[in-house]
């Protein structure tokens, strides 16, 4: 069992649409990230969350830590080809956990 | 700044056979990881150094996979000998020391390795 479970695992949209990628555990944690990872690279960190209903903007990137720390959306705004990557959240457990991500295309 | 440095980019081998990885962190990073990414899955860390001492080596197969920090800086990750299920992207990331959780981890570009 994924101790952080992503969904959707794939999808892919039209540039210009919005979209929402969740992240849920049955774990609480004390902080969440998230990463992108373009082909042939490793993962970028682009945001750390670490309070309980916490929102964060990224552009139009728009991260948000649920109330209870178990869970994590991200939504992205006007979605554009440069944005197509596989989104990861991550966890410390007992070391960094990562999801399996959410593999984002944007199509022009 | 120059990142995280990782060679080769691509390596084919056979089952059985050996096979290594180096990684040249970024200057003045304490902490290095090596992780392994299966295709459709995150990546899943193999092992963790503190300056060139062992943190975490828990999830390292350690019948067949071996690595060092040498001076605290370069790192090699061997395979002896590689299975099938072996064929993955190895990265190798380096972060300040501190708590995981909030140091931010660079990673490289990562070795694709293809075992047959």
């Known amino acids: 069992t994924q101790l952080l479970e992503q969904s959707p695992q794939f999808l892919s949209i039209q540039e210009g649409e919005n979209l929402t990628v969740y992240c849920n555990s049955s774990s609480v944690f004390s902080s969440l990230q998230w990463y992108r990872q373009e082909p042939g690279e490793g993962p970028v960190l682009l945001v750390t969350v670490v309070t309980g209903g916490e929102v964060k903007k990224l552009k139009r990137l728009t991260f948000q830590f649920g109330d209870a720390r178990k869970d994590s959306s991200l939504h992205i705004t006007a979605a554009q080809p440069g944005d197509t990557g596989l989104y990861l959240c991550?966890?410390?457990?007992?070391?960094?956990?990562f999801g399996s991500g959410t593999q984002l295309t944007v199509l022009p | 700044e120059a990142g995280v440095a990782q060679s080769p980019r691509y390596k084919i081998i056979e089952k059985r056979q050996s096979v290594a990885f180096w990684c040249n962190p970024i200057?003045?990073?304490?902490?290095l990881y090596w992780y392994q990414q299966i295709l459709g899955q995150g990546p899943k860390l193999l092992i963790q150094f503190q300056n060139n001492g062992v943190v975490d080596d828990s999830q390292l197969p350690k019948d067949r996979f071996s690595a060092e920090r040498l001076k605290g800086v370069d790192s090699t990750l061997k395979i002896q000998p590689a299975k099938l299920e072996d064929s993955a992207v190895y990265l190798c990331a380096s972060s300040l020391a501190g708590r995981t959780s909030y140091n931010e981890q660079f990673f490289g570009p990562g070795t694709r390795l293809t075992v047959l």
């Open positions: 991550a966890a410390p457990a007992r070391q960094l956990t």
């Open positions: 200057s003045g990073h304490a902490t």
